[in-house]
């Protein structure tokens, strides 16, 4: 069966390194379908390149190989690690990047990778990542490559609070879009939870919104008007990957402006639902 590795990295396109990646990798598995899911994460930022695994990893079949390249430099603080979970494989630096991940199901395994003493001095960090997703794809058992460990890093950021009295739920924004639409760590399970049917208000700058959608067109109301006649309103929707996104509808960044730069929210930014 033809092995499926997966590419997550911040290398972006303009340079020789995702080439490169590939290259390797097919030079170690020739029979390796690779496939790209983004190249684009902001640099170093590991809370935006879990989000996109985790709303991505699903359309793969199980046994697909993911490999991260974002802030993969082997550190004091930053080992590097291969898990198994949900029967995929992540292949990435333990930097919190699984965290979001683990939030939802329990790992059914977890190594520290500790073979870089088998390779030369001048194998980089991403070389390893490759003979490790090469190992698991010829069907390398993961104690070979690492011993186990119990958990992963966990990154706070990643995680929505609720307060103590129950009646609010405080995010962040953890990803910006195409379309500059902005993507929140608050999922929809957690809401309905915190909520338990009470009416709430989501809270940002500068306006607030009321309602959550069931999808972006929910927002013409009104049969009377056509649909472009909303086009340019705030909406709320809990999106694909089960996250609360708020979006301008229809908006073209490059032309009229976004929920990025309409609404002026950046990643970090605070958003809170509150409940009453």
């Known amino acids: 069966m033809m092995s499926i590795i997966t590419l997550t990295t911040d290398y972006g396109l303009k340079d020789h390194f995702v080439g490169s990646l590939k290259g390797k990798i097919i030079s170690e598995l020739p029979d390796a379908r690779i496939i790209d899911i983004s190249h684009d994460i902001d640099p170093f930022n590991t ?30 603080e930053n080992q590097h690690i291969a898990m198994q979970w949900n029967d995929h494989f992540f292949i990435c630096a333990d930097n919190g990047i699984l965290s979001m991940l683990t939030q939802k199901i329990v790992p059914q395994k977890i190594v520290e990778i500790n073979i870089h003493d088998r390779f030369p001095a001048e194998f980089s960090d991403l070389d390893i990542f490759i003979q490790v997703a090469c190992h698991i794809a010829k069907g390398g058992l993961l104690n070979v490559i690492g011993k186990e460990i119990p958990t992963v890093k966990e990154v706070t950021e990643l995680q929505a ?28 399970q957690q809401f309905l939870e915190v909520a338990k049917g009470r009416p709430y208000e989501i809270v940002m700058k500068p306006k607030s919104i009321k309602t959550i959608l069931p999808n972006y067109s929910a927002i013409a109301t009104s049969d009377k008007y056509p649909i472009k006649t909303y086009e340019g309103e705030k909406l709320a929707i809990f999106n694909e990957a089960g996250f609360l996104e708020i979006a301008i509808f229809r908006s073209n960044p490059s032309k009229v402006g976004s929920a990025n730069s309409l ?3 950046n990643y970090r930014d605070v958003i809170t639902i509150k409940f009453s």
């Open 47 to 76: 809370a935006e390149a879990s989000y996109v695994i985790g709303a991505s990893y699903l359309s793969f079949p199980k046994g697909t190989i993911h490999l991260i390249g974002v802030d993969i430099e082997r550190n004091k």
């Open 161 to 188: 609070v609720v307060a103590a009295d129950g009646n609010s739920l405080k995010g962040y924004v953890i990803y910006i879009d195409h379309f500059g639409n902005i993507v929140t760590n608050i999922s929809k």
């Open 263 to 265: 609404l002026g929210l």
